[in-house]
């Protein structure tokens, strides 16, 4: 897969997000460790793993919004 085919499959993944408010959280103990997850409007949850397979727990960095961030094209 390309690079642009990669940034194209993240971006149709990640605008599922869009529009979407977080509800609260959940998590999932396992011998791997605490997965965490964002429970969200509409019926979906995030999970927050180190990779698509699900191959441990991961890390979800928050950020203020740089001034000069730029929106993906499906975002806001």
Not at 3 to 16: C, G, I, N, V, Y
Not at 48 to 55: G, K, Q
Request: net charge negative; proline share 5%; aromatic share 6%.
């Amino acid at each position: 897969m390309s690079r642009a085919e990669a940034d194209a499959f993240d971006e149709k993944h990640l605008a599922q997000l869009v529009g979407r408010k977080v509800i609260g959280l959940a998590k999932d103990e396992t011998e791997d460790g605490t997965f965490w997850a964002l429970r969200l409007s509409g019926g979906k949850i995030a999970w927050i793993n180190r990779d698509p397979e699900a191959n441990g727990p991961g890390f979800l960095s928050i950020e203020d919004e740089p001034v000069d961030a730029a929106p993906a094209k499906g975002g806001r």
